[in-house]
Every structure is written in structure tokens, then in C-alpha cells.
T-cell receptor, first 111, second 116 residues
Framework: LAKTTQPISMDSYEGQEVNITCSHNNIATNDYITWYQQFPSQGPRFIIQGYKTKVTNEVASLFIPADRKSSTLSLPRVSLSDTAVYYCLVGDIDNFNKFYFGSGTKLNVKP | GAVVSQHPSWVICKSGTSVKIECRSLDFQATTMFWYRQFPKQSLMLMATSNEGSKATYEQGVEKDKFLINHASLTLSTLTVTSAHPEDSSFYIC????????????FGEGSRLTVL
């Protein structure tokens, strides 16, 4: 199982770009990297998924270096509503029972 | 995106009673669903993997006789907390996948259980 390590918390201000890095040193060849967002008392919501290099969608970008031992979620111009816990998951998408949630990163966006 | 719905969203029960939580995939067929438990200010902990038409696979330390999981159809999985006690109070979340290349997990809204 690929264990993930993220900062426990981060602070930011509205309008700033936020980068959250996740370490996954023992990532396997078949593993994908997926990020989820969770608000209090809600289920997690999918943000972005990637295997290597860079992936971008309408809400975020995901940067993955060549060795894939880490990944960085980039949120452009955050707003107060982006205050949430962000989880990095690493696993084989054919074996979701191996998708274990780490501690996550609590992002606090201040006005 | 695909929708996974849970019911009830919150429930309060007396100690010793049983509570059933439903998880439905509304617009897709989910051969596999997952049940998680989350305590306040903690991460999600996988409890079991639920496969349609077969017995659930429980994670180490999760009592299968206490947390009964039934996956009777491709769109419905249920979690029954039997003889609930206050320490079972938690936020229970289900998820499902519809497979495919993206490998996305779709999560329900969660169900808050409070045992008095």
C-alpha cells in the first residue's frame, strides 16, 4: 500500500494560489494519484486525478514529477468556500479497496 | 457526474437498537461499494468492501456481526449497525465506482449516527 504524507494544515488568503504537496515514496507502477475535497459533515468530492506529468481541469491542476514520489495539488485564486480538508489518495484504480485516506490537509482560507 | 445517495442523512437511536443506512447509486450500476467511518476531526477509515451478490469483505478490526452489510442489487448497499452503543456514534460514508478508465470514486453525502 502506498502511504501518503501531507501537511496537517495550511493557511491562505482569498485570491492566492495554494499548492498542497503529498509525498508517496512507495507508489507502485499501476497506482494513480487522486485528490478529494471534503467539507464538514459531507462526503468527499473528487477534484482531480493523474498518473504522471501535469493534469488540469476547471478547478485545479495536478503536478506529478517524473519519479512520481510526490504530487502537488494547485488551487488557483482560492476563495473562502475552498476552506476544506484535502485528501491525496494513491492506488490502483482496479482495486479501490486499497484506497486508504491519510490525514488530509486542512486548508483555511482567510479574507 | 455520477450520484450516490445515502439515507438517512442523520439518525438518533437508543443504545441497544439497530440502525440501517442505505446507499444508492442513482444513475449508474455499482458492482462494488465501500463503507467508511469517520470520527470528528479524523480521516475516513475504510470499514468494508461490498460486492453485489456476495459477502462483504471487512477490514481488520471491523466486526462483521456488528456492522452487517448487504449488497442486494447493483444500485443498493445497506449497512446495519446492530445493537448500537454510544461508541458507534460516528459519520458513516459510502462510496461506489462505476469502473472505467478514470477510476473515480463517488461518495454519498454521509449519515450521522448518534447513539444515546
Amino acid at each position: 500500500l502506498a502511504k501518503t504524507t501531507q501537511p496537517i494544515s495550511m493557511d491562505s488568503y482569498e485570491g492566492q494560489e495554494v499548492n498542497i504537496t503529498c509525498s508517496h515514496n512507495n507508489i507502485a507502477t499501476n497506482d494513480y494519484i487522486t485528490w478529494y475535497q471534503q467539507f464538514p459533515s459531507q462526503g468527499p468530492r473528487f477534484i482531480i486525478q493523474g498518473y504522471k506529468t501535469k493534469v488540469t481541469n476547471e478547478v485545479a491542476s495536478l503536478f506529478i514529477p517524473a519519479d512520481r514520489k510526490s504530487s502537488t495539488l494547485s488551487l488557483p485564486r482560492v476563495s473562502l468556500s475552498d476552506t476544506a480538508v484535502y485528501y491525496c489518495l494513491v492506488g490502483d484504480i482496479d482495486n479501490f479497496n486499497k484506497f486508504y485516506f491519510g490525514s488530509g490537509t486542512k486548508l483555511n482560507v482567510k479574507p | 457526474g455520477a450520484v450516490v445517495s445515502q439515507h438517512p442523512s442523520w439518525v438518533i437511536c437508543k443504545s441497544g437498537t439497530s440502525v440501517k443506512i442505505e446507499c444508492r447509486s442513482l444513475d449508474f450500476q455499482a458492482t462494488t461499494m465501500f463503507w467508511y467511518r469517520q470520527f470528528p476531526k479524523q480521516s475516513l477509515m475504510l470499514m468494508a468492501t461490498s460486492n453485489e451478490g456476495s459477502k462483504a469483505t471487512y477490514e481488520q478490526g471491523v466486526e462483521k456481526d456488528k456492522f452487517l452489510i448487504n449488497h442486494a442489487s447493483l444500485t443498493l448497499s445497506t449497512l446495519t449497525v446492530t445493537s448500537a452503543h454510544p461508541e458507534d456514534s460516528s459519520f458513516y460514508i459510502c462510496s461506489a465506482t462505476r469502473g472505467g478508465i478514470t477510476g473515480e470514486l463517488f461518495f454519498g453525502e454521509g449519515s450521522r449516527l448518534t447513539v444515546l
